[in-house]
């Protein structure tokens, strides 16, 4: 636990903590009247109600629309569906800024539906809502759909023959067994719609403000650290709240009922219904997900007489984008894969320690600190970008002028992934395996080695492939720490729609396709590599 905790401490907690002092502190004394002269602000109560009203929302919406899907991955077996589980999880490892830029594409003004039927829906909630749906999507096909797939359809039989209806059956059986799923799901939807930053900055305009825009507002265009400390502090509660209650229901779940391999409940659609409900979740893919995916590619590529690469070209052009970098936009493309791939093996080391730790067991120790490993997830990305700014700026660890600092932060986001994905595989090695390896005369590490490794290999890959997808989308912390002669493919995208103009909005769609493809190709090789289809990702 010595490195995660380490890593966690100078890098997450003294970052946060330095921007909450600066804040609340005035001449070395806590001020803590002003949570009240913050919290009564008309504005900020605005912020915090539609902060929680947009996620329970956003929450409820994704979960009618995709606990269908989830039954229908889980249940039917059809041709297609490998690939099909891994188009629906491509949202779910695309950077906000991507998905805020694809509905922009489809929504905004001269969009899809604007140029088809003259209908706009950026800068209203809807625009907002549909892209949450679009982003969690897969969390619910993946945690609920996962264990659906593992229950013993049996069960629900069994009650059909003592008398009771297919809903009834239903209700009384199965629902309770997914209670814990659908839960844990539900969640995780609304902690990362209550944390929304992209989706909402770029789809939201003006009108529209949820806690994480409000502290960037405060933060980097206000200066308002007062303010940005106190929202900071509130969103961190609230997180806490959450991740205590996921935790709980993760316990529930494990314990729910005794599963079977999902290869004996799937089978083939039969009658009518069971072939509509396929249709329509086929449907509700086709134009929720594959789209905005579709519209976003055809704007990068539409171009005045028709369609062509020269936004794709105009990227490689420093002259081009004089007003808006110090150099190509097309360098963006190889400053995030360098960081990213940084990222993944800083979160691979601590992630790994963390989730071999997390095998022993040691009680509510154990428990916090997996709590603690999850925060990154929820906490202002915005504070920590900006708390590296103001911490790691002298010896030993002056690195605001250093490459390393995207990294790290990217790793923050990371180390959590890596966690959730091995810590399943980690505690089904069996214990008797590596104390058999001792007695033979094997070292801790060689008994790792040649015992644990080789059972986590392809757990070890999948990590990999999410931390680097999740790094290489990292956007609130980044914004403040990518310099600009040295951006980021987000940054990068949220400069340009931060600018007029058809060439930069063109080449924001063109550089957003770029991402897009590169996170495709680093999941549907990750489905390749994956065995094991249970688990939270």
């Not at 009658?271 to 396929?278: D, H, I, K, N, V």
């Not at 081009?320 to 097309?330: D, E, I, R, W």
């Not at 005369?441 to 680097?468: K, M």
């Not at 720490?481 to 990068?492: E, F, G, K, M």
């Amino acid at each position: 636990m010595a490195v995660p905790v380490a890593f966690f401490a100078v890098f997450f907690a003294y970052p946060v903590a330095a921007i909450v002092g600066r804040g609340l502190k005035a001449d070395g004394v806590w001020q803590f009247g002003r949570f009240g002269e913050v919290l009564s602000r008309p504005d900020i109560l605005d912020v915090l109600w539609f902060t929680l009203w947009q996620a329970l929302a956003s929450t409820a919406l994704t979960l009618l629309i995709a606990l269908p899907g989830a039954y229908v991955f889980a249940r039917f077996d059809f041709p297609g569906k490998q690939l099909l589980r891994a188009i629906v999880t491509v949202p779910f490892v695309l950077p906000t800024v991507v998905v805020g830029t694809a509905f922009l594409a489809l929504l905004g003004r001269g969009g899809f539906l604007d140029g088809l039927w003259g209908v706009r829906l950026d800068t209203t909630v809807w625009a907002i809502l549909l892209a949450h749906v679009f982003f969690n999507y897969a969390v619910v096909v993946r945690t609920v759909g996962g264990l659906w797939s593992q229950l013993d359809p049996r069960q629900e039989e069994a009650a059909r023959v003592l008398g009771a209806g297919r809903f009834t059956a239903w209700r009384r059986v199965t629902l309770p067994a997914l209670a814990p799923a659908v839960a844990a799901a539900a969640l995780m939807v609304f902690l990362f719609t209550f944390t929304s930053f992209g989706v909402v900055q770029i789809l939201g305009g003006p009108g529209f403000s949820t806690l994480e825009v409000e502290i960037y507002r405060q933060t980097a265009q206000l200066l308002a650290l007062p303010a940005a400390a106190v929202l900071t502090l509130v969103q961190f509660a609230a997180v806490g709240a959450i991740l205590a209650l996921h935790a709980w229901t993760v316990r529930r779940r494990e314990t729910a009922l005794k599963l079977v391999d999902p290869a004996q409940t799937a089978r083939r659609p039969r009658g009518a219904g069971q072939w509509a409900l396929l249709g329509g979740v086929l449907l509700t893919v086709l134009v929720l997900i594959l789209l905005p995916l579709a519209v976003l590619v055809e704007r990068s590529l539409d171009v005045s007489g028709g369609h062509g690469l020269d936004y794709y070209r105009a990227l490689a052009s420093a002259d081009a984008n004089s007003g808006t970098f110090l150099v190509a936009p097309l360098e963006a493309i190889g400053n995030s894969l360098r960081y990213a791939l940084v990222a993944t093996v800083i979160a691979l080391v601590v992630g790994g320690l963390a989730a071999a730790a997390l095998t022993r067991r040691g009680g509510r120790l154990v428990r916090g600190f997996d709590a603690l490993l999850m925060l990154p997830l929820g906490v202002s990305a915005v504070t920590v970008g900006f708390g590296f700014l103001i911490t790691l700026d002298k010896p030993p660890l002056d690195l605001r002028t250093s490459w390393i600092l995207v990294p790290l932060a990217q790793a923050l986001v990371g180390v959590p992934f890596v966690v959730r994905t091995m810590l399943p595989v980690l505690r089904a090695v069996d214990g008797r395996l590596r104390e058999a390896a001792a007695v033979l005369g094997a070292s801790p590490l060689r008994a790792w080695r040649e015992v644990d490794l080789p059972l986590v290999r392809r757990a070890l890959l999948v990590a990999a492939g999410f931390a680097f997808a999740v790094s290489l989308g990292e956007f609130g912390a980044t914004v403040f720490i990518a310099r600009p002669d040295n951006p980021t493919l987000p940054v990068a995208v949220a400069r340009l729609l931060g600018r007029s103009g058809d060439l930069n909005y063109g080449q924001a769609m063109a550089l957003s396709t770029i991402l897009m493809l590169v996170c495709a190709v680093s999941l549907l090789l990750l489905e390749r590599i994956r065995t094991d289809r249970s688990g939270e990702f």
